[in-house]
T-cell receptor
């Protein structure tokens, strides 16, 4: 069974640009979570999508947005990039939106903002 | 990611010894706790979980202890192996309050000496 996949692996942008990160959940999983992992910090919750709808978002500005497609894959968009947005962005999926469903993580997309 | 271990508390143990990784969680109302392992260049991987109505749970070579009185969680790894070298994160979940998103701790880097 394929795990969670993310693309691209690395992304380099300049300040003010927009970045689009993609995530494909494990087959059959309906929930997708996005996390930001900045250097030396733990994982900060960004967004949660389940069945195509945004269920919850973390304490991030509106320029962080996303969506979930009918096939349950997801996109994270970051507008007006700032230097401090440089981080590893991790996507996780779980079978349903039940809180204690195990979240399975992808390898991440390393975003560098110059 | 590859730099996730910088600036983190580090635990260094000899191969074959037992490891104890500690975590202080923040919300006394949290109902569910998870330990994740993150190896360099990979996303976090689920290790073991425990619900708040339990104080101990054992897995294969791992044991999680929960002390709700002092809001403390620990992960014990028996007979630590070089493959256990990674950053370990605890995460907490409040069923009622967080609508499904996990709150992660900052992580502890485990280094196993051969």
């Amino acid at each position: 069974e394929a795990g969670v996949t993310q693309s691209p692996t690395h992304l380099i942008k300049t300040r003010g640009q927009q970045a689009t990160l993609r995530c494909s959940p494990i087959s059959g999983h309906t929930s997708v979570y996005w996390y930001q992992q900045a250097l030396g910090l733990g994982l900060q919750f960004l967004l949660w999508y389940d069945e195509g709808e945004e269920r919850n978002r973390g304490n991030f500005p509106p320029r962080f947005s996303g969506r979930q497609f009918p096939n349950y894959s997801s996109e994270l968009n970051v507008n007006a990039l700032e230097l401090e947005d440089s981080a590893l962005y991790l996507c996780a999926s779980s079978p349903t939106g039940f809180p204690t469903d195990t979240q399975y993580f992808g390898p991440g997309t390393r975003l560098t903002v110059l | 990611g590859e730099n996730v271990g910088l600036h983190l508390p580090t635990l260094s143990v000899q191969e074959g010894d037992n490891s104890i990784i500690n975590c202080a969680y923040s919300n006394s109302a949290s109902d569910y706790f998870i330990w994740y392992k993150q190896e360099s260049g990979k996303g976090p991987q689920f290790i073991i979980d425990i619900r708040s109505n339990m104080d101990k749970r054992q897995g294969q070579r791992v044991t999680v202890l929960l002390n709700k009185t002092v809001k403390h969680l620990s992960l014990q790894i028996a007979a630590t192996q070089p493959g256990d070298s990674a950053v370990y994160f605890c995460a907490e979940l409040n069923y009622g309050g967080s609508q499904g998103n996990l709150i992660f701790g900052k992580g502890t880097k485990l280094s196993v000496k051969p």
